[in-house]
Structures are given as structure tokens and as C-alpha cells.
């Protein structure tokens, strides 16, 4: 017998997460073994249950589907990730693709796409929206982009701080230090070329981190 594809589901909705273990346990060759609300919990199970995939909003809470993707794909580099979006615009379909997911699925097209999707991903190859297809021709060739220079930890920080969490509320989440909050934002605004909390919820709503 062929084993099936186990599959984790990152949304923070669990209706919809409900949806699609609904649509995808009732494929023989398809199982979900887990699902997480937000960014940091997918990026712990994937490491707990080893999946061979995720599907994964790239809207969600704390940490966003495009950082989570680049944690999983650093820290579990044989799960493949499928991304789930709502958005055509080519920031967000690079900056997914950028962190190392295979697929970008529309949220309106999954009717249609889903499965082939999950399959094609699966097998360690790509599938693009049919949507979005031209969007990523036409935004190819990019120059050199700063938020490149953030390691993992800044671009957290600079969520949680577009998010409007105080450097506290941060410290906590991160189990660090006030002051290392506080030396982690001196740097992604010099970076960044940043000098307001304004530009800093700016800069993240350009790049998809949050909306």
C-alpha cells in the first residue's frame, strides 16, 4: 500500500482549517496529521510531527505565513510548503516564494486547485496560481532588497513592533530581555533605513507581514 502524504495546516481560523482536513482525508492517498493557528506553533509541529507537507495562511497572527515558511524550510528542509493567500499583488507572491515555499495558491481558486496543488507540492515540484502565474514573470528580475539584511529574530520583532506590540509584550513572547528588544529595533530601522514607528508599520504592510 503507498503512503499517503501526511499534511500539517497552519491557519488561524479553524473553521477553515475544519474545510480543508475535510477535503483532504477524504483523498486516499492524503492525511492531516495536525493543525496549528498561527506561525510559531506550525513551525514547532512541523519539527514534532515531521510532515511531508504544510498548507499555510500567509495571514496569521504573531508570525506570518511567509516568516514561518522560511523557518520551516531552514529548520525542516524536507517539508515542502504550500502557501494559501488571499492577495495577487507580486510583494507577496515574492516574498513567499523567497522564503522557500514551493506553491501559491488564491484563496478564491482553491475550489479548483487544491488538490492538484497539495499533489504537485508534494512531489517536490511548484504550483502557481494560474492567477498569479503572470505576476511573477513581470516581477522576475528585482534589485537587492533590504529586508534581506534582517536575520530571523528581527524580522519577528519587527512584526510584533508593526503588530503594535510594546517592547515588553515582545521581551515576553521572545523570552528575552527589554534591551534586547529595544538593540533588535535600533537595528532592523537602521537596516531599514527606518525612523518612526509609522514607517515601521509601512515598511511591513509593503512587504505582506501584516495587513
Do not use: W
Not at 37 to 42: I, L
Not at 92 to 111: C, F, M, N, P
Amino acid at each position: 500500500m503507498t503512503r499517503k502524504v501526511r499534511i500539517l495546516l497552519a491557519d488561524d481560523h479553524a473553521v477553515v482549517r475544519q474545510g480543508f482536513r475535510l477535503i483532504l482525508n477524504q483523498e486516499p492517498d492524503l492525511e492531516v496529521v495536525g493543525e496549528a493557528g498561527n506561525g510559531r506553533d506550525a513551525v514547532r509541529l512541523v519539527e514534532e510531527l515531521k510532515p511531508d507537507m504544510i498548507i499555510v495562511d500567509i495571514a496569521m497572527p504573531d508570525m506570518n505565513g511567509v516568516e514561518a515558511t522560511r523557518q520551516i524550510r531552514q529548520n525542516s528542509p524536507q517539508c515542502q510548503v504550500l502557501v494559501l493567500s488571499m492577495h495577487r499583488d507580486a510583494v507577496y507572491v515574492r516574498e513567499t516564494l523567497r522564503s522557500g515555499a514551493a506553491g501559491y495558491i488564491l484563496k478564491d481558486s482553491i475550489d479548483q486547485d487544491l488538490l492538484r496543488a497539495v499533489r504537485m507540492v508534494a512531489a517536490g515540484g511548484s504550483f502557481l496560481s494560474p492567477e498569479v502565474a503572470r505576476t511573477v514573470l513581470d516581477d522576475y528580475q528585482q534589485t537587492e532588497d533590504p529586508f534581506d539584511r534582517l536575520t530571523a529574530r528581527e524580522r519577528e520583532v519587527l512584526q510584533m513592533l508593526a503588530e503594535g506590540k510594546v517592547a515588553k509584550e515582545i521581551a515576553t513572547a521572545l523570552d528575552v530581555s527589554v534591551y534586547t528588544v529595544d538593540a533588535h529595533r535600533g537595528r532592523i530601522m537602521k537596516k531599514l533605513g527606518l525612523r518612526s514607528s509609522t514607517e515601521i508599520v509601512r515598511f511591513a504592510m509593503r512587504k505582506g507581514l501584516i495587513e
